[in-house]
């Protein structure tokens, strides 16, 4: 059955204490702006390929991408204004696991469970929207066509849209929403010190519920994410949401069923042009928008990221919850940003190890047994901020017609115009920007930050100095950082090693990495421990890099064009931040802008001096400057790596399988004989990444084939993008750059 009706609107409990609340300090990264900078210029190509430009045009050039000139103007309003950076307030925390260690959690599961619906409506029962969706116009139109076209029967048909629909849909029943409440009040207070909540962000989501359709679209790092916020939800008494979920679970015999019956429905990872697939998965998320009777639940990213930097967008489950909006089906949607930050990632080893070439696990019930030796560990604290919905309503106004629609039977299948198709584009980058805003910072990732920029061992009092010194920069970037109350430099220091005891320790007043046995077995084993260790503490690290990507690309461009002309820097930005469009989130067409943000943070603390020509680094400021580079170490000498790969040991047509074992010899050869110390260079992240730069760039050809993609490399074209980072030829100017 579903969840009862509401009977009426109750506010959010009220916890009795305040947990620690994070520092506040400098300005907000992109706030209060409503804007976040940025200058990915999107992908435009076919489906499943990266292009560059304008959609359909031409591939950008050689010369125009090494220019990197700043992003075309987007048509309409903007989506986001770049206003003078000052401090942003931001929500108070409170810790919902707190009640739960002084109650009881069976009280808890099987409390009175009224959530807020939309406009009081009934909720629908799972088997009515199944119904309502093998009945509906649109479905029924593409049986009818595939019937036609294949001589079927259109039962046939329908009998096998019945099918994807059972395979796909949710049952959700109270039982097995309190089973898990129960379940999970145990493990979560097994596994974290804390959970805290901007209980503000939570009022101002019950609010939304109840006016209009809600997606939540929450950041996604962990397989904790999803069942974290249904447990939130079911907390304060909200509607719990249907949560879009890979088929993978459904292999979990006995949890992939619990899962579809606290509200999992269930999405294959390719539709491969299966078009009644396609048909009745969109109808079926778009009926269960439409209804309102729960929030709807995706991540933008697609899948977990196992480095912790967030992952480019994917925008086909957005452009269909937003196609109801767009068709005048419903008034509004709003779109609900929440930031989930881990003190410590559950999978942690298990993502390094996956970056190093060990295959992932398969999804199983077995596994997920085996998994329970974790709960003896503690994973520190979590932080959820839910951010201030946004109303898909408002971000249109004054920049989408929707008159085309009403042109045609809204049952009869539209391809998106190109309008429409950069709307999603900007609309998936500004989510992503809002989400990386408002995610929380603890001392460890300061201290992994300084760490890595120090081995093989640091001084413990120097750590500690350095990581002061740092707090106070990421404050005046506008980082979100979370220091625990009352806590000074050295406690904090030392409780972030206690928790990260599998990644670095103390030892003879000497910080160092845990790569215990590396002075034992071979030199492959030696190599192979050490950048584990490396790739886990560099996680913690990447989750700077967010707040610092844009001063950082400054710095770095700095000292790659070894000139004061701010023309010179902003050419050489430009290229990096082309070159590292798939590494980090810049939103789509505001490159100079985005250079301006750099700028201005690097002078809010002293580092440079700008005039109208020329940017000139202050006496202070070569110490900042040096640090904001060496954060960006790796990923410049990492592509180095694997472009001099691409350009010397590819000579014919090769898929991203193939590439990726020989990128990963390449390097490890290269580590073991002591020619390089970029142990990063080993992770596939980082090595398709590179790949997809280079395509972008124009110097790798990609072709789709019948079973996947393969790549053509110009080595003419890599080999000049490797002199620019090697800094033989200057980048090329960009096109009217206004500077």
């Not at 992770?683 to 280079?694: E, H, I």
């Not at 993008?721 to 980048?731: E, K, N, Q, S, T």
Request: proline share 5%.
């Amino acid at each position: 059955m579903a969840p009862p009706m509401a009977r009426s609107p109750r506010p959010p409990p009220r916890l009795p204490q305040r947990s620690g609340r994070p520092s506040r300090g400098g300005a907000g990264l992109w706030a209060p702006r409503e804007a976040a900078a940025g200058g990915r210029t999107p992908r435009r190509g076919k489906a499943g390929e990266r292009g560059a430009g304008r959609r359909g045009g031409a591939r950008r050039t050689m010369a125009a991408a090494a220019a990197a000139a700043p992003g075309r103007a987007r048509r309409g309003a903007p989506m986001y204004s770049q206003k003078e950076l000052t401090s942003k307030k931001r929500d108070e925390f409170e810790d919902i696991l707190e009640e739960r260690r002084l109650s009881s959690d069976l009280r808890y599961a099987m409390k009175c469970y009224t959530p807020v619906i939309y406009k009081g409506l009934s909720p629908c029962k799972p088997n009515a929207i199944k119904s309502a969706v093998l009945q509906s116009e649109q479905v029924q139109y593409v049986i009818k066509q595939l019937a036609k076209e294949m001589g079927e029967s259109p039962d046939i048909i329908q009998e096998e849209a019945t099918e994807i629909l059972d395979e796909m849909g949710h049952s959700m029943q109270l039982g097995a929403v309190r089973f898990f409440a129960f379940t999970l009040s145990k493990i979560f207070k097994q596994l974290f010190q804390r959970v805290c909540v901007n209980e503000e962000g939570m009022q101002r989501l019950q609010h939304a519920i109840q006016e209009h359709p809600v997606v939540l679209l929450p950041s996604h790092r962990s397989y904790v994410d999803f069942l974290m916020l249904s447990y939130l939800l079911y907390t304060y008494d909200l509607a719990l949401p249907v949560i879009a979920a890979g088929i993978d679970f459904l292999g979990m015999k006995i949890v992939g069923e619990l899962l579809r019956r606290a509200g999992a429905f269930f999405m294959r990872r390719s539709f491969g042009g299966n078009r009644l697939y396609w048909a009745v998965f969109a109808e079926y998320v778009k009926t269960m928008l439409r209804s309102g009777y729960a929030p709807i639940e995706f991540f933008l990213e697609g899948t977990r990221s196992r480095t912790a930097k967030t992952l480019t967008p994917k925008f086909g489950l957005l452009s269909i919850v937003m196609e109801p909006f767009l068709k005048r089906e419903v008034f509004d949607t709003y779109l609900v940003p929440i930031s989930i930050s881990y003190e410590r990632i559950l999978e942690e080893s298990l993502y390094a190890y996956e970056l190093l070439g060990v295959p992932k696990p398969k999804e199983s019930t077995s596994g997920l047994l085996k998994a329970r030796r974790i709960l003896s560990d503690n994973f520190g604290t979590i932080h959820i901020y839910v951010g201030q919905p946004v109303s898909l309503r408002t971000l249109a106004s004054g920049r989408i017609n929707r008159c085309p629609y009403n042109l045609v039977p809204r049952h009869l299948p539209q391809k998106p115009s190109e309008d429409i198709q950069e709307f999603v584009s900007d609309v998936a980058y500004k989510m992503e920007l809002l989400q990386i805003e408002n995610m929380v910072l603890s001392p460890w990732v300061l201290v992994a930050a300084v760490l890595l920029q120090n081995l093989p061992a640091m001084d413990f009092e120097l750590l500690i100095e350095k990581t002061l010194w740092l707090k106070g920069l990421t404050q005046t970037f506008g980082g979100f950082i979370e220091w625990p109350d009352n806590l000074c430099a050295r406690k904090a220091v030392l409780s972030g090693l206690t928790l990260h005891a599998n990644i670095a320790r103390l030892v003879d007043g000497h910080v160092v990495l845990n790569d215990k046995g590396v002075e034992d077995g071979a030199v492959g084993e030696i190599v192979f421990k050490r950048a584990l260790a490396i790739l886990m503490c560099a996680t913690y690290r990447n989750q700077l890099l967010n707040v610092f990507v844009r001063p950082s690309l400054v710095a770095v461009a700095l000292q790659m064009t070894r000139s004061f002309r701010k023309e010179e820097v902003y050419s050489c930005f430009s290229f990096l931040r082309d070159v590292f469009s798939d590494e980090f989130i810049f939103f789509p067409g505001i490159s100079l802008k985005d250079f301006e943000e750099g700028c201005f943070l690097l002078t809010k603390c002293d580092a440079i001096q700008t005039s109208q020509q020329e940017i000139y680094p202050t006496d202070k400021g070569s110490v900042i400057v040096s640090f904001l580079s060496a954060m960006f170490t790796p990923f410049v000498e990492g592509y180095q790596l694997i472009f001099r790969y691409l350009s010397k040991e590819t000579k014919e047509a090769f898929t991203e399988k193939q590439l990726i074992p020989g990128v990963r010899n390449f390097v490890f050869q290269l580590l073991e004989k002591g020619n390089t110390q970029c142990y990063e260079a080993l992770s596939s992240d980082m090595q398709k990444n590179a790949l997809a730069a280079l395509v972008q760039l124009g110097a790798v050809k990609k072709k789709k084939m019948s079973n996947g993609f393969t790549y053509n490399v110009n080595q003419e074209a890599v080999n000049k993008i490797l002199d620019m980072f090697d800094a033989r030829i200057p980048v090329q100017k960009p096109v009217a750059a206004r500077l």
